[in-house]
């Protein structure tokens, strides 16, 4: 029976090729679209996720009081790990890493620089990691080792054992290979390329041994024992800081799964609220909404040919064929034509993945070995194949067989109704994603035109590094005097990854409790604000010439306010444990997130805490002659340091990229959602024409023109976009604004998106049902009425 079924399915698929092809590939588009989508969700869950002890990884947080809110930041003092290990019997081991950072690492006449850690041994207890050479038991226990990852050790050996090398780490330090890791999967959250041990480390920087509790610069990762009970050990490491260091007895520790953080890494008034588990909901609703309006699709498509089963239908029950067989029947049309679009969605997938990885710009493979992905893909064959034929099932096998083998198959009111819900909810969908999208570049837009308070334009930075220390001051007279830049100076970070903060500052008139708020601050050496161009509204740039600027600092006007501070050039605030002079006030500027507002900054003269140049090219001459003749200078005063640098402007826009990727994922998929709804719509217009033939034939008759039988056919389709349109604006309106909100600065929502969605949906669904219309306006009306 079952055999027969699918022989008679294939029959009629044959013998409608150009419906069925529509079907199949609308079904297959879908399947595709879905399928690349849950692969980026089955990516983003299984994050951090292969580790051994996965389930038993924590990471140490800090919640600090800031202005009537909880700041959430993972670092935590050098001090911190020993007292976990030693204190707290539920853990089992505890390592340090501090922040990534590029280092040169040297061998022969061969240089790379690779993005490197410092860590506890026992952080190779704690995670897993494959080892290519060596062994996790011996490789960091010598304080002059490095591990090294299989992609860097290559680029620096070649396909040889390197395992005792000696290679010259920041082309100061000798340091032996111990061993050689396998690179750190796509989906984890370690990107390293190189460890050293955390000894190794302090001997670099023998000052970091007397740190106090104060020096919250490191992660720290805990890995419990079985049966230890998070919220057990977080009552109890709560008040721990304050313990060791009274002045941030308001600072409260708790540990946070390591394993959910990729997803749910997102703090606010020390509490998670998401974080990329938002992304993985986004496209999982991608995923389905698109699949729905492709099994909508091929609904309306199918029964658009309801004319053409009718009799079929008639037939077979006046043989004495029951409905439940027929409905089977239709269902296993309908599940093969979902086997053959699993075929098609498989082969687009394998095509299209590397345009969806460019996008998205995540690295993504098909588990072609995993028996899961397979029995899934099946699964939601199975799934389309029974939603996508349910109600051509129903309605088709509902059919009177008198009364449609007399000619007499139009339906009822009714069997209409189902049809425009469907159509609805395509188009519900698609006009979401229309409005969604142009909020989302309106954002973008908005962000992107923030002033910043610097000039970007014309202005580059780069690492400060090796010999430069040294000879900054001349690297900076050569280069002006050739022409290539206006000015430079040197600064702690990149303008745009500022993170650094400072507590226990003191000014004058300073109220009680003020000097445990937290207040952003990095460090600048002369011409600072001239190479950056900032707006200096009262006193001046730190200037060589000038002693007393190294215990000088500059206020952004956010501070002064803080400080409510009058006429404050001039004035001694405690900074850094000393006290600083206010050598001048700058206009706020965006440095670090370009969502978050400005905060509060000192700017202080340190030259030790420095480590990166910015340089304002000469606007005079060609950029690429610029380039050119600083790379020359460096390689004179810089030699065994590779010459790199960004734009600034480049940099920052790069702030933009999650919503760029979700900018572009929107347009892509409101594009493929508006082309299938069109292709349900015109399915309904075929089905409408099909049952309104007479109507039709005999209003042309009574005189009505093409142009009038046009909008008559038309406007009830109009209707069910207009419907369509007010659930997706209201749908969209709430989603939008709380999407907004999460930005402290964000775009409005205006009422011209909505009313130009409005405009382009009515034309869409025009352009779809048009052809259909105008076809059975012009068609000769003898022939619907010759049988009457």
Known sequence: MLKNYFKIAWRNIVRHKTTSLINIGGLAVGMAVSFMLLLYVYNEYSFDKFHANNGRIYQVFKNQPF??????????????????????????????????????????NKALKLNTVAVDPSLLNVFSFDFVYGDKESALTDPSSVVMSQSGATALFGNIDPVGKVVQ????????????????????????????????????????????????????????????????????????????????????LFMYPFNRLHLYGEFKNGVSIGGNIEYVRLFLFLAIGILLVACINFMNLSTSRSQKRAREVGVRKAMGAQRISLIKQFMGESLLMALLALVLAIILTVVLLPLFINIIQIQLSIPYSSWQMWCSALAITIFTGIISGSYPALFLSSFNPVKVLKGQFTGNGSSVRPRQVLVVVQFTFAICLIISSIFIYKQIKYIAGRPVGYNRDGLIEMPLEGAMFDIFENFRHDAIAVGAITDAAVISEPIGNLTGASWNNTWPGQLPGESNIPIDCFAATYHFVDTYQLKLLEGRDFAKGRPSDSTGVILNRAAVSLMRLKDPVGQTIKWMGANRTIIGVVDNFV????????????????????????????????????????????????????????????????????????????VIFTCLATMISCLGLFGLASFSAEQRRKEISIRKVLGAGTVSLWFKLSQEFVRLVIVAFIIGAAV?????????????????????????????????????????????????????????
């Not at 001090?79 to 340090?96: G, H, I, Q």
């Open 67 to 108: 202005n009537g809110e909880i700041r959430t930041k993972a670092f935590t003092p050098q001090k911190l790990a020993a007292v976990l290990k030693k204190d707290f019997p539920e853990v089992e081991e505890v390592a340090r890493i501090n922040e990534a950072k590029d280092y040169l690492i040297k061998y022969g």
């Open 169 to 252: 780490f920041g082309n100061q330090f000798p340091l032996k290979v111990s061993a050689v890791i396998k690179d750190n999967p796509q989906n984890s959250s370690f990107t390293f390329k190189a460890i050293i041990p955390w000894d190794a480390f302090i001997a670099q920087q023998p000052w970091l041994k007397d740190e106090n509790w104060d020096n919250y610069s490191y992660f720290t990762y805990v890995l419990f024992k079985p049966g230890a009970v998070l919220a057990s050990v977080n009552s109890k490491i709560a008040g721990l800081i304050g313990q060791h260091y009274t002045p941030d007895k308001n600072i409260r």
């Open 591 to 666: 440095w670090g997130s370009p969502y978050a507002p400005v905060k509060p900054t000192i700017i202080g003269f340190v030259k030790d805490w420095i480590g990166n140049i910015g340089l304002r090219l000469n606007p005079n001459q060609q950029i690429s002659k610029s380039l050119t003749d600083l790379q020359a200078i460096y390689k004179k005063y810089n030699p065994a340091y590779p010459f790199e640098y960004t734009f600034t402007d480049e940099s920052f826009s790069k702030k933009f990229k999650s919503e760029q990727i979700l900018a572009t994922m929107a």
């Open 732 to 788: 969209s309106w709430y989603s939008v604004n709380g999407w907004l909100n999460k930005y402290a600065y964000h775009t409005s929502i205006n009422l011209s998106v909505f009313i130009l969605t409005l405009i382009l949906s009515v034309a869409i669904c025009l352009l779809a049902v048009s052809w259909q219309a105008i076809k059975s306006a012009l068609a000769n009306p003898v022939k619907s009425l010759r049988s009457e």
